[in-house]
């Protein structure tokens, strides 16, 4: 089993759309979680923490369940601009090591 | 805000050759650096962990001779891929993290490189 599994997509899905990703891990010692988002041929760039408590950035909402072991991002009236691979990170430990996701690719249509 | 940066952007070099890549966190110091390998349509994979002023861990399957890590500095991490070959071929990523930031630091990165070995 991989260490931090994402859904497979990709989606395509309308402008004004929201759509919702998920993302599980394996390690139950992993102490913090991020979404990034990766646009075609560009690094990584953080678009949020994900905090125990749920948290949210204008249109997009994270959570976070430990006890399942499951974080989700919600991003809401979607625009083109979202377009873009979303990747799932976990710190596994104490260390500084991030692991990813394999990513979802999300197209929004006009 | 943080910054890291990498160089080169883009090299293409001669199979047999060897390209070497920098990355340096421009604000912050940063005692551990991460280097990655993304290939085509997949996520990135972690190669190597660079350690400052100690050998780098290699993840396995990743030839410690072939990719070559030093880490002289709180700043400066380079990457040299030796001998390399048309399947070394690939966008190759660093990042960091402050050393002084706590767990829930995010974690900066480079611009890429994107490898062609012809």
């Known amino acids: 089993r991989k260490e931090v599994e994402q859904d497979p997509g990709p989606f395509n899905v309308p402008e004004g759309a929201t759509v919702a990703f998920n993302c599980t891990y394996s390690?139950?010692?992993?102490?913090?979680f991020f979404w990034y988002r990766q646009d075609c041929r560009k690094e990584p760039k953080l678009l949020m923490s994900v905090y125990s408590s749920g948290n949210e950035d204008g249109r997009f909402t994270a959570q976070l369940n430990r006890a399942s072991q499951y974080i989700s991002l919600l991003i809401r009236d979607s625009k083109l601009s979202d377009s873009a691979t979303y990747l799932c990170v976990v710190n596994g430990d104490y260390g500084q090591n991030f692991v990813f996701g394999p990513g979802t690719r999300l197209s929004v249509l006009p | 805000g943080a910054v890291v940066s990498q160089h080169p952007s883009r090299v293409i070099c001669k199979s047999g050759t060897s390209v070497k890549i920098e990355c340096r966190s421009l604000?912050?110091?940063?005692?551990?650096m991460f280097w990655y390998r993304q290939f085509p349509k997949q996520s990135l994979m972690l190669m190597a962990t660079s350690n400052e002023g100690s050998k780098a861990t290699y993840e396995q399957g990743v030839e410690k001779d072939k990719f070559l890590i030093n880490h002289a500095s709180l700043t400066l991490s380079t990457l040299t891929v030796t001998s390399a070959h048309p399947e070394d071929s690939s966008f190759y990523i660093c990042s960091a993290r402050d050393r002084l930031g706590g767990m829930n630091t995010e974690a900066f990165f480079g611009q890429g490189t994107r490898l062609t070995v012809v």
């Open positions: 604000d912050f110091q940063a005692t551990t």
């Open positions: 390690n139950s010692a992993s102490q913090s």
